[in-house]
């Protein structure tokens, strides 16, 4: 018994002596280091990544200003237009504005802080309450998407770019100027969609929305708010 404790002890001597176990805890020493470091670092690239996330200034991506000027009206604001055809009048009334903005979800996916406006209003003709709604898309400013209520009680598609090209309907056309009935409207848009003529002016809204044969509606009178 007292020569295996002796060789023992003579073992540990000369692994001492030879400085294997302190190279064997300098080791782990040094590998226990080396996680931690990782691990801080993992830490620190978070900590920063959140950091910047918070500062980074939330944007509210704004819908087309020209379609603004053609179709968005306050509540309140009205407009009679006469048949022409029928020989009858009818008034187109708004009776609710809301702007708020919402979160589509773009191409590549959304960022928290990336916000579209979005529009709605409700609108009267004669006895039918329709909807008009538009919205921006998120990864660009000054766009605009969605449907407008017509005089017609039709709705028109409108999509348009952020360099004021109207993607849809196709065949929009800029006048500088168009007179009907005696009056000379500025800046009017024309859309044509499901064989219905539109003449929009900015900051008035339908003037005209004529289908062949139909009927043949033109602005007599208006208040509009914008």
Not at 107 to 129: C, F, H, Q
């Amino acid at each position: 018994m007292m020569n295996k404790y002796y060789f023992a002890l003579l073992k540990k001597h000369h692994y001492e002596s030879t400085g294997f176990y302190k190279s064997t805890n300098v080791k782990t020493t040094n590998e226990r280091r080396y996680v931690m470091k990782r691990v801080n670092l993992f830490i620190a690239g978070i900590i920063l990544l959140f950091l910047c996330s918070a500062c980074r200034e939330e944007h509210t991506a704004p819908v087309n200003q020209l379609v603004k000027d053609l179709f968005c009206f306050q509540t309140g604001s009205e407009w009679t237009y006469c048949d022409s055809i029928s020989h009858s009048t009818q008034k187109m009334i708004v009776t609710n504005y809301d702007l708020t903005r919402f979160a589509p979800k773009p191409l590549g996916g959304r960022k928290a802080y990336d916000w579209a406006e979005w529009i709605e209003m409700e609108i009267t003709v004669s006895d039918s309450k329709k909807t008009t709604r538009l919205n921006a898309d998120i990864d660009k400013d000054n766009t605009a998407n969605g449907y407008i209520f017509t005089p017609t009680r039709r709705h028109l598609n409108i999509r348009c770019d952020e360099n004021n090209n109207f993607i849809f309907p196709a065949s929009a056309t800029y006048l500088n100027t168009y007179t009907i009935n005696d009056l000379t409207y500025s800046d009017v848009y024309v859309f044509n969609e499901h064989g219905v003529t539109y003449y929009v002016s900015k900051h008035i809204g339908f003037i005209r929305c004529v289908k062949s044969g139909y009927f043949d509606l033109v602005l007599i009178d208006k208040n509009i708010l914008q």
